[in-house]
């Protein structure tokens, strides 16, 4: 069992920028395909990116594509997500999610992660 751990949120202006990171401990975190998610308020939670196990490459959500990035590093247990360019709209609790049996076509889905961190909270605002 993985157990999750974001930082990072905090307030922004915007066009600024921020940086959230994702801890994991308790698991082969290589065996884990981790998602970011946020959800505003009064909005469903929506994917914003995905590290995918064993793949150096991410997968970035068509609403910040351009804007955010995804990174992992194995050797720490870590996943980042870089926020460029913030607006408005990406205020919400940000979440990562990890899940060691998931497959690629259902990354973008919510209920198909096992495991969950408590969130992060970014601000975008004047």
């Known amino acids: 069992q993985v157990q999750l751990t974001e930082s990072g949120g905090g307030f922004v202006q915007p066009g600024g920028s921020l940086r959230l990171s994702c801890a994991a401990s308790?698991?082969?975190?290589?065996?884990?395909?981790i998602g970011w998610f946020r959800q505003g308020p009064g909005k469903e939670r929506e994917f914003v990116a995905a590290?995918?196990?064993?793949?150096?490459?991410?997968v970035i959500g068509d609403s910040v594509k351009g804007r955010f990035t995804i990174s992992r590093d194995n050797a720490n247990n870590m996943v980042y997500l870089e926020m460029n360019n913030l607006k408005p709209d990406d205020t919400a609790v940000y979440y990562c999610?990890?899940?060691?049996?998931?497959?690629?076509?259902?990354?973008?889905?919510?209920?198909?992660?096992?495991?969950w961190g408590q969130g992060t909270l970014v601000t975008v605002s004047y």
């Open positions: 590290a995918i196990r064993y793949n150096s490459n991410g």
């Open positions: 308790g698991g082969n975190f290589r065996q884990y395909t």
């Open positions: 999610a990890a899940d060691r049996s998931i497959i690629v076509g259902q990354i973008r889905v919510p209920s198909q992660y096992d495991y």
